[in-house]
């Protein structure tokens, strides 16, 4: 099963293994800034090559990149999660799959087998550069180059890389603590992000070799430090919330609700203490109300003119002794800070990232 509602502002390519595979339209920034480099290295062997190369660029990266990701996917499929979706970004690609369950060893297949697709892709490209005459033998070698690279890169030891996915699982397993996994991986993440801006930047200057100061590639490692260090900060903050999974049950953290139908007066339904969800036409209870939406209603309205649908995947079953793990993965997915729960398809309580959060903080004020 996938996830078969598209990112905002993408546009869907293909499926694979019935996962949907999208291509974001800021990956268009991307395209042509690749369109562009691959011109002017191009460009001395003539019009109509350099034109055919920054075109082969183009494809290039872009199956480069999808192919990292499709192995993610298809990683993830035969380990039993389900994923949602690809996309292709301006930032390079991003598998979007349900994590529930998961642990190191999982964790760390799923990682490497996006690098490890690459370097099969390298191979393809080194062999097909060995036998095809020129001018394509210059684009396999090109194809080679890039794979190898990306294959390198991702593979660095820390988060949000695939090698910080591999350093989070290592220290996961040795400590049993998902959260300290994320904390370590994170802040090698960061010192990755310290390292490129020394070498790159600060590394010429103190040599008082500002020859070497190139734009293009000051900007790019400027550029791939920031996506570095916000992936690795997210990561570090996500912590608290991997103590919660651990420690915390779905009863702690969720409130209770009362169903009510969409014709309810909404004066008739502020009488009761607790939430108020809707169900719509199938019975599902993917309607919950919101209070500041209600404000200035009659209390004639019915309820169903000031309530909020929810997606799909918001709507969990679970019961109050079970993990919350489902009920973020959901927020995740749909990126609706709200999970309506159920037992036997009836709604019995519903989570708040913010409820989460407050859970999240209570280990940190006794420590």
Not at 30 to 48: E, K, N, S, V, Y
Not at 97 to 119: E, F
Not at 218 to 239: E, K, N, Q
Request: hydrophobic share 55%; proline share 6%; net charge neutral.
């Amino acid at each position: 099963m996938s996830d078969e509602k598209a990112p905002a502002g993408a546009v869907r390519l293909a499926r694979v293994a019935g996962v949907p595979v999208y291509l974001d339209r800021t990956w268009l920034f991307l395209a042509a800034f690749i369109a562009w480099t691959g011109w002017q290295a191009g460009r001395d062997l003539g019009p109509g090559t350099a034109v055919a190369y920054a075109l082969w660029l183009v494809v290039g990266i872009l199956i480069a990149v999808l192919g990292h990701e499709v192995a993610h996917a298809l990683a993830g499929r035969l380990l039993g999660f389900r994923v949602h979706r690809i996309v292709a970004t301006l930032w390079g690609g991003h598998t979007s799959y349900d994590g529930t369950g998961i642990t190191p060893g999982r964790a760390a297949v799923v990682a490497v087998s996006g690098p490890l697709a690459n370097l099969l892709l390298a191979g393809i490209g080194f062999v097909a550069s060995a036998v095809l005459p020129w001018p394509a033998s210059e684009f396999a070698w090109s194809f080679f180059s890039m794979n190898l690279l990306l294959a390198g890169f991702n593979l660095l030891p820390g988060l949000p890389l695939d090698g910080g996915q591999v350093v989070e699982s290592l220290v996961w397993k040795v400590s049993g603590r998902r959260d300290l996994g994320l904390v370590v991986a994170g802040w090698c993440g960061r010192v990755l992000a310290v390292l490129l801006v020394l070498w790159f930047l600060v590394r010429p200057l103190a040599l008082g070799r500002r020859e070497d100061l190139d734009l293009l590639s000051v900007g790019l490692a400027l550029v791939m430090a920031w996506i570095l260090w916000s992936g690795a900060t997210a990561a570090i903050r996500r912590a608290p919330l991997e103590r919660v999974l651990r420690s915390v049950r779905l009863g702690d953290v969720a409130e209770a609700v009362t169903v009510l139908p969409t014709s309810t007066p909404l004066g008739e339904a502020r009488l009761h203490p607790d939430l108020v969800v809707c169900e719509d036409e199938h019975g599902r209870p993917t309607l919950a109300l919101v209070g500041e939406l209600a404000t200035d209603a009659p209390p004639s309205a019915p309820i169903g003119s000031v309530v909020l649908r929810l997606p799909d995947e918001n709507v969990v079953e679970a019961g109050p002794e079970d993990a919350v793990d489902r009920a973020i993965s959901a927020m995740a997915t749909s990126r609706v800070a709200l999970v309506v729960l159920t037992q036997g398809g009836r709604a019995w309580g519903m989570v708040s990232a913010s409820a989460l959060e407050a859970a999240a903080a209570r280990p940190r004020a006794r420590n």
